[in-house]
């Protein structure tokens, strides 16, 4: 009975350190169920990757940084550790790469929904916003009043991150948010 009870112990910790050794490098960058971790964001239009954004925590508030964009080659082109690309709709025009567009992320009184601003970096604009995870995507509503689209961020892997960019850095991060113009 006792060789039976201890096979079926090394089986199922066999099995459930397989299942983590499958799952390790997405839940590296993920808290199971949180909006934070690494997110490739879309273009509305297009629906091409349009950046990666890390969805951290500070203070208690979620915040949003811009740590890689691609180019429409759909390579990455510019990383926060060789920023190229300047904000337009930004005060002082900053590079795209290390800003946080999004903050002040909240939870809402409905369970699993946040609530808070993002910012168009290019057109100077900001927007209230939704975030809601739905399985392996972060589903973003920016809203203008009553209008809004609902669009969906891919979760990355560590294999998305540009080159050089490592998740220790993401404890150092300190909000600074933007002024448009």
């Known amino acids: 009975m006792k060789k039976i009870l201890s096979f079926l112990i090394f089986c199922t910790s066999f099995a459930l350190s397989s299942?983590?050794?499958?799952?390790?490098?997405s839940h590296d960058l993920h808290d199971d169920g949180s909006i934070t971790g690494v997110w490739i964001t879309r273009d509305e239009k297009s629906d091409k990757p349009r950046s990666i954004a890390v969805m951290y925590e500070?203070?208690?508030?979620?915040?949003?940084?811009?740590?890689?964009?691609?180019?429409?080659?759909?390579?990455?082109?510019?990383?926060?550790?060789?920023?190229?690309?300047?904000?337009?709709?930004?005060?002082g025009n900053p590079p795209y790469c290390g800003m946080?567009?999004?903050?002040?992320?909240?939870?809402?009184?409905?369970?699993g929904r946040f609530y808070g601003k993002i910012i168009d970096p290019e057109k100077g604009k900001i927007y209230n916003a939704q975030f809601w995870r739905q399985g392996d995507q972060l589903i973003v509503r920016g809203q203008l009043w009553i209008f809004g689209k609902n669009i969906p961020w891919k979760k990355a892997t560590a294999k998305d991150l540009p080159k050089g960019f490592s998740m220790s850095e993401v404890k150092s991060f300190k909000p600074v948010i933007p002024v448009v113009k």
């Open 19 to 25: 299942c983590s050794l499958v799952n390790q490098e």
């Open 58 to 91: 500070y203070k208690g508030i979620i915040y949003g940084r811009m740590i890689a964009t691609y180019g429409d080659d759909g390579k990455i082109k510019d990383t926060i550790e060789e920023k190229k690309e300047k904000a337009p709709g930004v005060v």
């Open 100 to 111: 946080d567009f999004v903050y002040n992320v909240r939870p809402s009184r409905t369970e």
